[in-house]
């Protein structure tokens, strides 16, 4: 366990990645939806996000944060978990390890690291027919 004064934000950082999105199976950090940590004194301040504004379990997100925390961390005295929608979340916020656990694949046909996820049925067709598709 960490001192207080040796808190950093990259070990709650590292403690939130035990927060799993209970709809998707993936850590909150992996997922990026934390936007940001401030450590100052006894008190933490992380802002978070949901995939969607209608997330229904947000509440449990958000309450698994604090818990999380004060197991991790004990002697903290104030955990602040502000939700906050700007910027809105977009799957390009994930990790590239969520995405390929997602099913997501870098995009090829794109320079740089682009990722997109194909369903299974546009996988299946051929080249041509996806192409027609899209007309």
């Given at each position: 366990m960490a001192s207080i004064a040796s808190i950093t934000p990259e070990q709650v950082r590292d403690a939130l990645r035990e927060v799993i999105d209970p709809e998707i199976g993936i850590d909150i950090v992996e997922l990026g939806l934390v936007y940001g940590i401030e450590?100052?004194?006894?008190?933490?301040?992380?802002?978070?996000?949901?995939?969607?504004p209608a997330c229904p379990l947000h509440t449990y997100v958000l309450e698994s944060i604090e818990t999380t925390l004060k197991k991790a961390f004990p002697e903290l005295?104030?955990?602040?978990?502000?939700?906050?929608?700007?910027?809105?979340?977009?799957?390009?916020?994930?990790?590239?390890?969520?995405?390929?656990?997602?099913?997501?694949?870098p995009d090829e046909r794109r320079p740089g690291v682009r990722w997109r996820l194909a369903s299974r049925k546009a996988r299946s067709r051929p080249a041509n027919k996806r192409k027609e598709d899209a007309r």
């Open positions: 450590v100052e004194d006894k008190k933490v301040s992380i802002s978070v996000t949901m995939t969607t005295e104030q955990i602040d978990v502000k939700l906050v929608w700007d910027p809105p979340w977009r799957p390009e916020m994930m990790s590239d390890r969520a995405k390929a656990e997602l099913g997501w694949k």
